[in-house]
Every structure is written in C-alpha cells, then in structure tokens.
C-alpha cells in the first residue's frame, strides 16, 4: 500500500469521526466573567466594612480652627519681639501646613535672626519648624502638649487642601493666589514621603449618593480646586461597582497615618537639634519674656484668647473609631456619613459644627453615622 495515499485518507476519516464524538458530547456553557466579582474581589477592591456598634474602641472631637478670611500669615510686631502668624487653616492645617509654612520662613528669613521660637506642636507647627530648620535656623518648639495629645491627631488623615479654609464672600481677591502658592508647595513636598512605612500613601476615595452630589467646585463644598494634582473624579457606570446607588464616582487620592506622621517628623526635628519645652502660653507677656527675638505663631485656636482675635471660631467635628481591617484601605463618603480606612483603625465621620468648643463625643453621633454606613454595606453586591 502506498503509504502517503493511506495518511490522506485516515487524517480526514479521524477528523470526521472526532467531529461526530464532539457532536454526541454535552456542549460546555461559556462562561463570561462575573464583572461585580472583579470590582469586589479583583483590582479595584472594595471589601465591605464590619461595622458593629461594639467594634467602636474610641470617640473623638476635634475642633478645626476657622477663619472667614482664610489663615493668618503675616508678621506683627510685639515691642523689640518679631511675632510671625501661621494659623486658623480650618480643615486643610494637615494639607497646607507645608505650604504656608513655607510662606512663614520666608517672613522669619527677612529678620535675619537665627534663633526662633516657634509655639504650638501641631501638623502646622511641625512642619514649620522643620522648615527653618532646613534654612540654618536653631528652632526650640513651645508647646502645652505633644503628640498625641494634641488638636492634629484628632483629624480624619486626608489632602483636602480647601476644606474649610475660608469663606469666599469675606477672603480677599489675593487669598485665592496665595493658596494656590501653598497648596503646590505641600503637595511636592508630600511626594517624599511615599514608600516610608506608609506614612503617606496613595489610596481610593469613592462617592456614593443617591443623587448626583453638587461640588462647589471641589469635594465636600470646597470652594478652590487645582486641576492636574489628582487624578480626576471618574463617574462609575452601575456595572463597575457594587453599590446600591445611582450615583458613584472614584478618584485616587492622598492619605496620611497621622501617628507614625506626627512622630517621625517630631523625630526628625529633635535630631537636626531641635528643642520642644513644655510650656503653655497664656498671654503676651509669656511670649516677652521668651529669649528669642522671633517668635512663629502655630497655636490654632490657642492664639484666640491670646492674640485677642474675634474671627478665630471652632468647627467642631466627631470621628469614631472602628477596629482597622487590612483589607480595607480606601475612603468613602455618603450622605451624612464618611470614613477613611488608616494603619490605626476606621475613622467614621460626618458633621461639623461651627461655633461649638464642646470636645464631648455623642453616642447618637456615632450611632448615626454607624446606621448610615451599616445599610450601605448590607446592600453591597458580592
């Protein structure tokens, strides 16, 4: 037989029987992937939160210091003493404390003086001092209290550079330029702390309403935005997504572990050779009788009473702390409540009170927000 004839014909006749098998075996179902699956487990993770009213540890107030015509940042003079503001940020001190900062040292560096005192411990205060420092200034830092018992530590951890930082219908025409000044300042400053111990990481922030939110023009009401820092908001279609809501968007955006923050940048000050005294200002005549000639003022609402400034007022806003899950590191705010996930719990939110100096928690505060929150996630797919 030749055997080239006999592989023409057995390779067709093999063909048409394997067809026939397949023809008699079960067809398989194909299988599209589970979109709702992916968005929940996959590469945008939104694991759903375990919200319990037992698993609340720990119920703050922090007072936000507020001023209608946005910080104070300017130089006054007190006798032979040179006294240089830096506060009333309201909600953004955590963002813009490098920025204005920034502005501060250059109106310290105009005196020509070396030694500086700088009052207040805070994220503003901080940062101003390791500012000077930079500059060839010898800083020593007075301060009623340290880190954690201070105003910084009972903020939510995020940039929002305009949150609350003025009152557009009172700040002057210039303020809007010298915050935009500060804010690109802060946030290239910002960028060097990515990848040290999570200190400041990138992370998803969601917004999740019922009905299309109105922004004015930035998040939550804030009223200046530069466009290009972030990456900007994407509205979500219904399939990219697990919520139950018509109206979800996403954006990346910075957040900071405020403890492991506030410790390494204090660190760092005390080893270029900084000082801290634990002395509490009451009154000008405490700053007299200081030996350094430059003082910088970071005091935030402490300057109130003794830089006698009426515009200065407390917003007051409760955060409630819920044990932190490793899974969960994004931000989400709803109608009346939000919460952004940190190395050192779940901090919930959702009011602000303007004019309230009461740092009291609320039970029915956070079991407001909680109820809020819990409903969210029990209507989650996946």
Excluded at 135 to 143: D, F, L, Q
Excluded at 203 to 231: N, Q, R, T
Excluded at 237 to 256: D, G, I
Excluded at 277 to 306: T, W
Aim: hydrophobic share 35%.
């Amino acid at each position: 037989m030749n055997r080239r004839n006999f592989f023409q014909k057995a390779v067709p006749a093999s063909l048409a029987l394997g067809a026939v098998a397949a023809s008699c075996a079960p067809k398989p179902q194909i299988q599209y992937p589970d979109k709702h699956y992916h968005i929940s487990k996959g590469y945008h993770q939104i694991p759903k939160l375990r919200l319990s009213m037992d698993r609340i540890v720990k119920e703050t107030v922090g007072l936000r210091p507020f001023r209608a015509s946005g910080p104070r940042i300017e130089t006054e003079q007190l006798g032979n003493k040179t006294i240089v503001h830096n506060y009333g940020h309201g909600g953004s001190g955590w963002s813009l404390s490098w920025g204005t900062g920034n502005i501060a040292r250059k109106l310290v560096l105009a005196t020509n003086e070396k030694k500086v005192a700088l009052l207040g411990c805070g994220a503003v205060g901080i940062a101003t001092a390791r500012l000077l420092q930079e500059s060839g200034c010898e800083v020593t830092i007075y301060t009623k209290d340290v880190p954690p018992n201070i105003t910084s530590n009972l903020a939510t951890g995020t940039w929002s550079p305009a949150s609350r930082v003025c009152d557009v219908n009172v700040a002057k025409p210039e303020f809007k330029t010298i915050w935009e000044d500060a804010t690109r300042f802060s946030f290239r400053r910002f960028q060097f702390l990515l990848g040290m111990d999570d200190i400041a990481c990138w992370a998803e922030e969601y917004s999740v309403f019922d009905k299309e939110p109105v922004y004015a023009p930035g998040a939550g009401g804030e009223e200046f935005e530069i466009h290009g820092l972030l990456p900007e908001r994407v509205r979500l279609t219904s399939k990219e997504h697990p919520f139950k809501a018509n109206f979800v968007s996403r954006r990346s955006n910075l957040m900071f572990n405020i403890p492991s923050y506030l410790r390494h940048h204090l660190n760092d000050f005390l080893i270029f050779g900084g000082k801290v005294k634990i002395q509490e200002i009451k009154k000008l005549e405490d700053i007299d009788a200081l030996p350094e000639r430059v003082v910088v003022n970071c005091m935030g609402l402490g300057a109130k009473p003794v830089f006698n400034d009426q515009e200065l007022t407390p917003i007051s806003g409760q955060l409630s702390c819920l044990i932190p899950q490793s899974e969960a590191n994004y931000k989400l705010y709803t109608q009346g409540a939000s919460f952004i996930s940190r190395k050192d719990g779940i901090y919930i939110g959702g009011n602000g009170i303007v004019g309230n100096w009461d740092t009291t928690p609320s039970r029915e505060q956070t079991e407001k927000t909680v109820g809020i929150l819990q409903k969210l996630m029990e209507e989650m797919r996946g």
